[in-house]
Structure formats: C-alpha cells, structure tokens
C-alpha cells in the first residue's frame, strides 16, 4: 500500500491518508489493504489493490455478532495463502447497528463505514411513519447522515396527494433531506446521486421499497437482480439475499442491503432523541425532571398535544421507541435492569398513591 498507484486504487472506495494511517503498521507486516464488498457464509469478497479477493473470515470472533466482518469494513488480508485469511478489521468509523431476531440481547452490525444512510420508502399503499421513525433512530445512532428517499413517484400522479404524503414525512423526519424518486422515469435520480456521491451510502428499507431497483439507477447498470412488480399491490418481491458494496460512476460507494423485516433498536437512546427533538425540546420545560408525559402537572409535552402543536402519534411512537430501547439497554447491563425496576416500583407506588387519594376524594 505504500505505492501511489495502490492508493488512488482503493480511493474510489473510500480510502484516504486517515485510512493509510491506521493500516501502517499492517503494511510493515506484509498484509494487503481492502474493503469488504460482500460476506457470506463465514467468508468475504475484499477489493485490493491487486483486485478483489476472496477470504476466510475465521480470525475474526465469529460467535459475537458485534465484532464479525461485515460489509464496509476495511480489514487486513494476508497476500497469499490457500485459503487466505483477513486478519483483522480497522476501527469502525460508523456502525448501522440493529438488533438480532433472537431471544438472546445481542445487537447485529449490518453495515460499517458510512457516512449516509438513505431510507427508501415506498410511494405504494400507505405510509408506516413509526417505520420511518425506527430506522431514522438506528440512522442517527450509527454516526451516519440519514437520507428518506421516497420511491415509486411515478405511481402517485396527483401532485396535491403527492405534495401532502411528502409533508407527512417531513413532519416525521426533522432535519433530515427528503428526496422524491422514480426510478422508471428518473426523476430525482441526480440528486440522489450527488449525495451519494459523497462517500459511503448503505440503502436500507422494508422487502418491495424498490432499492435494488434505485441501486440499479445509481449505478447505470442491472447491477442488483430485481424482480417484476406485483400488480395487485404495486410493490416488488425482494431479492437482494445480501448486503453488496457497489462503486457508483459518479464517484461514492453504495451498499445495498436485503429488505428488513424487524428493526429492533440496539442501544439507541441518542438516535431515539434526535428523531424526536421537538419532543425532547418540550420535556425540558416540564415542572418535574423526571417527567415520564403521561399525566404529570406541568407536562409541556401534554401540554403540546392539547394544544395541536404536537401530534397524539408522534407521542405514542415516542414512547414506544425510547421504552424499547430501556427493555434492550436493561437485558445487557444489570446497572440499567435494578434502574429499570426501580423506576416501575416507583410508578406503580405513584400509581397506587393516587388512586388511595381518589378513593378518599369520593369517600
């Protein structure tokens, strides 16, 4: 890696002099630089400076689904050998992080190294704003900027109705770009490209959001297998199986990603707040510290609701993310877990106070 020519190869996908620097003491031992484009099954495609390879990821703790390879790293390879291993990964700059399916608290890194996180949302049927809102949180957790993109516009051809969905997710992502996109006609295509552009975009969304289809417009090329629309519905059949990094002509990385079924928050109170920042914004001027906006006096947030400057949904999604994410935090750390209980012991000795003193009002 210590020539000129082996940089500029690995630039285009996001190499730079910070980089070079945390891979120095590999390059004295001999080892190649790469970045996963793609793992499955226990091993990895890895673009080099020679070309991509193949490697066996077994160096790398495989039992805990944080410290696993995954596409985006950029890791250390040996230069030969039968099979040929990567030896490690370099830290981590972001993580899109979820977590898993299992029983077990274990979060699952499904992207690393990015600096957007575009959301595709489907113009198609109608729109699950508390799905919008789930992977915002996990997008302003992971470091990365996120990005709505809202696909399919071609299928909404009034643009009063059209107009009034974008203004709903507005509404539901605050500070957040939202782009409206087709890729059948092109529309939006370009300015798409230009923030992905800007280094390393992972497209994440629900099966039938059209991201295969979007990556494909991206690229310039049937890159990504996509399947016909359905005509019942207006919604594709997801076929992306894995999570593939792809150079875009005009210049940046894109890394496409299955459609997501459940998107389980790990860790994600800060992105959970960001999300909600108007909601956050209010409960600084609640009467109590400890306000839980349920029906303290002085709550500002309720406040907000009864006045019409706070919608009753926004809240209830609020609640809902923030107290899944204390049920995650508390199955990992105990510290969190006595908290947690001490805190339903608390409410449920409120709880009981004021119904006693209900109970003595009517007596």
């Given at each position: ?6 940089f500029?190869?690995?630039?285009r ?62 890791v ?10 990567v ?20 979060g699952?890194i ?8 575009i ?9 699950d ?5 789930r ?23 009034d ?9 709903d ?8 770009p939202v782009?409206?996109?087709s ?27 059209g ?8 690229i310039g090329e ?45 860790d994600?109170?800060t992105?959970?707040g960001?999300?909600?920042a108007?909601?956050?914004?209010l409960?600084?001027r ?15 947030v ?17 609640r ?32 009981k106070?004021?119904?006693e003193?209900k109970?003595?009002?009517w007596?």
């Amino acid at each position: 890696m210590t020539s000129t020519s082996a940089f500029l190869a690995l630039a285009r996908y996001g190499w730079d002099d910070a980089w070079a620097d945390e891979f120095a003491r590999y390059d004295a031992e001999g080892l190649l630089a790469g970045r996963v484009i793609r793992v499955d099954r226990g091993q990895c495609d890895v673009v080099t400076a020679d070309g991509t390879l193949r490697a066996d990821t077994a160096f790398v703790t495989p039992n805990d689904p944080m410290r696993v390879v995954c596409t985006g790293d950029w890791v250390a390879v040996e230069p030969a050998g039968n099979p040929r291993y990567v030896r490690t990964y370099l830290p981590r700059r972001t993580a899109f992080v979820r977590s898993t399916s299992s029983k077990r608290a274990e979060g699952q890194i499904l992207a690393a190294n990015v600096d957007h996180a575009i959301v595709a949302v489907p113009l198609t049927g109608d729109l699950d704003l508390g799905r919008i809102e789930r992977f915002l949180a996990l997008a302003w957790e992971s470091g990365a900027q996120p990005v709505v993109v809202l696909t399919k516009a071609d299928l909404v051809p009034d643009a009063v109705t059209l107009s009034y969905l974008v203004k709903d997710v507005e509404t539901t992502a605050p500070g957040v770009p939202v782009l409206t996109v087709s890729a059948a006609t092109g529309e939006g295509i370009d300015v798409l490209a230009a923030v992905a552009a800007g280094g390393t975009s992972v497209l994440l969304g629900q099966s039938g959001a059209g991201k295969s289809t979007l990556a494909n417009a991206l690229i310039g090329e049937d890159a990504m297998e996509v399947q016909a629309t359905r005509d019942v519905d207006g919604k594709g059949r997801h076929t992306t199986t894995t999570r593939n990094l792809l150079a875009l002509p005009g210049g940046g990385v894109l890394i496409d990603t299955p459609g997501l079924r459940g998107v389980g928050l790990w860790d994600a109170q800060t992105g959970v707040g960001q999300v909600f920042a108007e909601i956050e914004e209010l409960a600084g001027r609640c009467r109590f510290q400890d306000c839980a906006h349920v029906a303290e006096p002085g709550c500002a947030v309720l406040a907000a609701v009864d006045s019409g400057d706070l919608s009753e949904r926004r809240l209830d999604s609020y609640r809902k993310l923030m107290r899944e994410n204390q049920w995650i935090v508390a199955k990992t750390d105990a510290r969190a877990r006595a908290e947690l209980r001490r805190d339903w012991k608390r409410k449920g000795a409120e709880g009981k106070a004021a119904m006693e003193a209900k109970r003595g009002r009517w007596a």
